[in-house]
């Protein structure tokens, strides 16, 4: 029996704007199996980053239920929900979101220090050491080129071991032989750890790698293909 790790029921989400309101996402449902790779892909304005903060518990649907790695999200408050995401889900977003003035070790270490991990330090210089930066550590996210400064927001999400990895565009605003790089270390993470891997992209050969592509299109899922995982 397959365990299915997230499970969108009718979700929909419509916001205010001055021109009257705006269908985001209207009616999702979907399953992901637990330990499945999942590329969503679509084109922009397709509802595929809100669909990803929906899930994360960043963004609250207007209708539908949601649950995931076990939480029914639907009713939870904010403090709930950030437990929620600090337990279960790892985030990679375009831009890397690092404090800059942290240390890479630092900036993987906090989350794990605020989450009550004793071996917080030790855990942020295993997982950059895991990502070919353990001769950056007290670097500065401005001493670190785009590659490096995305390989430690890689550390830092998955250095929890979180169950869920939700990754926004992870390789936008790299060129292509960096961004190459860290979607091969995205996936050797995934395969190593086990991890649900839920993957926004524009490129189809690298949704293709996935288990399943999840097309969207105005606010819909269009359709649902197997991939070729590597």
Do not use: W
């Not at 030790?122 to 490096?148: D, F, N």
């Not at 990895?165 to 292509?176: F, I, R, V």
Request: net charge negative; charged share 20%; aromatic share 4%.
């Amino acid at each position: 029996m397959i365990e299915n790790i997230i499970e969108l029921e009718n979700v929909s989400l419509t916001l205010p704007s001055d021109a009257g309101p705006v269908n985001i996402l209207r009616g999702i449902d979907l399953a992901v199996a637990r330990g499945e790779a999942a590329g969503l892909v679509g084109p922009s304005g397709s509802g595929k980053s809100t669909l990803l903060m929906v899930l994360a518990g960043l963004e609250r649907p207007s209708g539908g239920r949601i649950s995931a790695a076990g939480e029914d999200l639907t009713g939870l408050g904010e403090d709930a929900l950030a437990r929620f995401r600090r337990d279960h889900i790892g985030i990679v977003f375009q831009s890397f979101h690092l404090v800059p003035t942290m240390t890479a070790l630092e900036n993987v270490a906090i989350p794990l220090e605020f989450a009550g991990r004793a071996d917080a330090f030790e855990r942020a210089e295993a997982e950059l050491s895991r990502v070919g930066l353990s001769h950056r550590l007290s670097h500065y996210p401005g001493q670190l080129s785009g590659g490096e400064q995305q390989r430690v927001a890689l550390a830092r999400a998955v250095a929890g071991n979180p169950e869920v990895l939700l990754a926004d565009e992870p390789t936008g605003n790299l060129d292509q032989s960096t961004g190459s790089e860290i979607i091969e270390l995205m996936f050797e993470l995934h395969a190593q750890k086990g991890t649900t891997l839920v993957l926004i992209t524009h490129d189809e050969a690298l949704a293709a790698r996935c288990d399943r592509v999840i097309r969207l299109k105005d606010g819909r899922i269009s359709s649902i293909e197997a991939g070729v995982p590597a």
